[in-house]
C-alpha cells in the first residue's frame, strides 16, 4: 500500500520530526509514503478567520495536489477536519473524503491498535476539539497510546475542555486563550505526567508554549512521534 | 439604569473579566454544576438524538413557512378574543406597549421573566413614558435591585454569589417596596423568603402583567410559558390586562410538534425532566385570567436573519442556554461582556444578526469563540453554531450582499483588519508557490539562532504574554524529505 502524506504548513515550517515520524511509523507496518511537494497548506486558518477568497484557491490546489492517492494520511486532527467538513463547501470535493486523521488510518483502514510501539514515560492525553467532535476520533487515540510497550497513561481532568488555542482566537483574545490555556495547563500538570500528547501540533504549540512560560518541565509531544518510538530506536 | 449602550469590544471586555477572580469563581462553580446536571438529565433518553434532530426538523419546517403559521396563530388568538399586533422593530414594539400600558390608566406592571422584552429594552422604554416595570423572577428582581444586566440567559443573576446577594437585598429592596427582612442571612431559603413577601405585594396590586413566551401553538392561538418559580403563573393569571412580547420564530404549528419541545427544553436549560410550572393560555376566557390580552409580535431583524441561508439556523434556537454552560469562553469572559441580553455561543451569532456587525462590538462578537464545536454537541435544536460563527466572520471581514432590514445591502468589510488581511493574502500567496514557502521557511531556520523567544508587538506580542514561541527547527519537513532523496517530486 502506498499512501500520501499531508504533513501540514505548522508541522512542516515548525514541527518536522511530527512528519518524520509518520513516516518513520507507517514505513514500520509496511506502507510506503509518497510526500508530494506540492503541498502547502489546507487554508484552515485563512477559513476559520473569515476569509474565504484565500481558502478557496488552497482547497483547490489541495484536491488537485492529492488526486491520485487513494488515502492521504496527515497527523493533524484540525487539518484533517478541514479538509472533510469545509473543503466540499468550497467547491474542492475531489481528495476530502480521502484523507484520513493518522489515528483513523492506523486503526479504520490498517486496522491495528498496536502498533509495536515502545516509550517509557508517564503521559496524560489531551483530545483536541476538532479532533473530538468534528473527525469524532472517540477513544482511537487512547487505545493506540494503551498499546505502547513501557507507557503509563495518566488521566486529564476536565480533558475535553478546550486548550484555548482555536488559530487566530489565541491572538484576537489573548485573555481568554491564556485563562483557558492556564486551566489546561494545571490540569496537565496535577496529572503529574513527564508528557502531554495529542494529535495537533498546533494546540500543542499553545500548551506548551504556556507550560515552558510556566517552568512547568511537561513536555508537549505529538502522538505520531509516541508511536514511532521504538526499543532499537526511542523517539 | 443600566444599559449595553457603548460597551468595548468583546476582546477588552473579557481581558477585564478574566482578571475578576470573584466572577470567575461564581462562573465557574455555576456553569459547572449545571453542566453535570445536564449531561446526566440527557443521558436519561435514549432517544435524545432522535429528538434533537425532530427539533431542529420541526423549527427549520415551520422557519420555511413562517408566514403561514403566523396567520394562522394570528387568526387563532384574534378568535379566542385576543388583540395580535406587529412590530418591525424594537421601537415599535416599546410604543405599542407602552401605549396598551397607558390606555389601562396604570403606572406600574408585573414582569414575567423574558428575553424578547430584554432584547427591545422595553423597561427603559417604559420608564420614559412614566411606567415602571417590576421584574418578578428572583434573578431578574437581583439585577433589577442591582442596577445591574444580566449575564446569563437562565440564570441573568449568575455572576452573583449569595453574599452579594444579600448585600443588593438589604441595600435596594426598600426603595422599590418592601424592604428586606432585620437581620437577612445570605442562606439561600432566606433570600427566597425575602424575595417572595417583596413581590407578593406587587403580585396582588398589579393591573398590568407584561410576559414573553416559550412557544405559540399556531393551531389553537396558545402561549406557552415554561417557569420555575411561579412567579410567572402568577402574572399571567392575576393581572386584568396580559401583554406578551413574542419573536415571530417562537411559533410551533401543532400541539404535536409543541410535545418535542416540552422534553427538549426542561432537561437542556434546568437539568429537569419538567420544569415546575408550565402555563399556557388561549386568549382570554371569561371569569378566569386576563380580561384583556395583547399579542405583540416581534420582528427586529429575525426576518433578515431569516434571509440568510447559513445564518438562519439561529432562528431555531430555544433559549435554553446549554450552550452558555459548556463554552469554556463564556466561562472566563463572563455574560456581560457579550454586550447584549443574549451572551455565550448562542449571543455571538444571534447578536450580530438581529443587530447587525456594524459597530466594534458587534463585529468582534463572531471571534469570541476557539471553535470548540461544544456549544453545538450540547445544542438540543442542532444549531451548528461553529459554522455560523465562521460565516459571520466572513461577513465581518469579506463584507458582502445580505439583507438589512427587508432590503438586499451591500456590507463593506469592517475596519480594522487591513494588517490581518494582508497577512492573510501574502500566506495564501505564498502557500500557493511551494518553491516560495521553501524560502520562507529556508530563511526561518538559517536564522533560527537569532530569533527571540517572545515578540514587541502584533500578534506576537499577544501570543507572547502568557506563552513562549516554539523553537524553529534546523531544517523544515521539506528539506528533509528532499535530502532523503525520495521526493516525488513537483
Known sequence: MRVALFVTCVNDTLYPRTGQAVVTLLERLGVGVDFPLAQSCCGQPQFNTGYRRETVPLARRYAEVFEEYEYIVTPSGSCAAMVRDNHPKLGAKGAAARTYELTEFLTDVLEVTDVGAYYPHTVTYHPTCHGLRMLKLGDRPRRLLQAVQGLELRELEGAEECC???????????????????????????????????????????????????????????????????????? | ???????????????????????RGNLRHATHTIRAKRAAAVAEMADWQQLRAAGAAAKDDTLRHLDTYLEQLET???????????????????????????????????????????????????????????????????????????????????????????????????????????????????????????LREKFLRAKVGISGANFMVAETGTLVVLESEGNGRMCLTLPETLISVVG??????????????????????????????T???????????????????????????????????????????????????????GGHAYGS???????????????????????????????????????????????????????????????????????????????????????????????????????????????????PVGPGKAWGLTRDLPAVPEKSFREWWQERGKGAGE
Open chain 1, 164 to 235: 484555548g488555542f482555536g488559530g487566530t482566537f489565541a491572538v484576537k483574545n489573548p485573555d481568554v486563550s491564556a485563562a483557558m490555556g492556564a486551566d489546561k495547563a494545571r490540569h496537565i500538570e496535577d496529572t503529574g505526567a513527564s508528557a502531554v500528547c495529542t494529535v495537533d501540533n498546533s494546540c500543542l504549540m499553545h500548551i506548551g508554549g504556556t507550560l515552558s512560560r510556566r517552568d512547568s518541565g511537561v513536555r508537549p509531544v505529538h502522538l505520531a512521534e509516541i508511536l514511532a518510538s521504538t526499543e532499537g530506536d526511542v523517539w
Open chain 2, 1 to 23: 439604569m443600566s444599559t449595553y449602550l457603548g460597551m468595548p469590544a468583546f476582546p477588552e471586555a473579557a481581558a477585564v473579566s478574566t482578571r475578576d477572580t470573584r466572577l
Open chain 2, 76 to 198: 387563532a388568538v384574534t378568535t379566542a378574543g385576543g388583540t395580535v399586533h406587529w412590530a418591525a422593530d424594537a421601537e415599535e414594539a416599546n410604543r405599542i406597549v407602552a401605549g396598551l400600558v397607558r390606555a389601562t390608566g396604570e403606572t406600574e406592571v408585573v414582569k414575567v421573566k423574558s428575553m424578547a422584552t430584554q432584547e427591545i429594552g422595553l423597561n427603559e422604554a417604559l420608564e420614559a413614558e412614566g411606567i415602571r416595570a417590576y421584574e418578578t423572577d428572583l434573578a431578574e428582581l437581583i439585577v433589577q435591585l442591582g442596577d445591574d444586566l444580566p449575564s446569563h440567559i437562565l440564570v441573568p443573576a449568575i455572576h452573583r454569589n449569595r453574599g452579594e446577594i444579600r448585600d443588593i437585598f438589604t441595600g435596594e429592596m426598600a426603595a422599590w417596596g418592601r424592604p428586606a427582612p432585620e437581620g437577612l442571612s445570605d442562606r439561600p431559603a432566606e433570600l427566597a423568603e425575602a424575595a417572595r413577601l417583596h
Open chain 2, 248 to 277: 415571530i420564530e417562537k411559533v410551533v404549528p401543532t400541539w404535536r410538534d409543541l410535545e418535542v419541545f416540552m422534553q427538549l427544553l426542561p432537561r437542556s436549560s434546568t437539568a429537569e425532566r419538567m420544569n415546575p410550572y
Open chain 2, 279 to 333: 402555563t399556557m393560555w388561549t386568549g382570554t376566557t371569561d371569569g378566569d385570567g386576563p380580561r384583556d390580552f395583547h399579542l405583540v409580535l416581534l420582528d427586529n431583524g429575525r426576518t433578515d436573519t431569516l434571509a440568510d441561508q447559513v445564518g438562519r439556523q439561529a432562528l431555531r434556537c430555544i433559549r435554553c442556554s446549554a450552550c452558555l454552560n459548556v463554552c469554556p469562553v463564556y466561562e472566563r469572559a
Open chain 2, 341 to 455: 441580553p443574549y451572551p455565550g455561543p448562542i449571543g455571538a451569532i444571534l447578536t450580530p444578526q438581529l443587530r447587525g456587525t456594524a459597530s466594534a462590538l458587534d463585529a468582534s462578537l463572531p471571534y469570541a469563540s476557539s471553535l470548540c464545536g461544544a456549544c453545538y454537541e450540547v445544542c438540543p435544536v442542532a444549531i451548528d453554531i461553529p459554522e455560523v460563527l465562521v460565516h459571520l466572520r466572513q461577513r465581518v471581514v469579506e463584507g458582502g450582499t445580505y439583507t438589512v432590514r427587508g432590503t438586499r445591502t451591500v456590507i463593506r468589510p469592517a475596519k480594522g483588519h487591513a494588517a490581518e488581511r494582508a497577512a492573510m493574502r501574502a500566506a495564501r500567496w505564498t502557500f500557493q508557490r511551494p518553491r516560495a514557502l521553501g524560502a520562507v521557511q529556508r530563511l526561518a531556520t538559517r536564522t533560527r539562532r537569532i530569533q527571540p523567544r517572545r515578540l
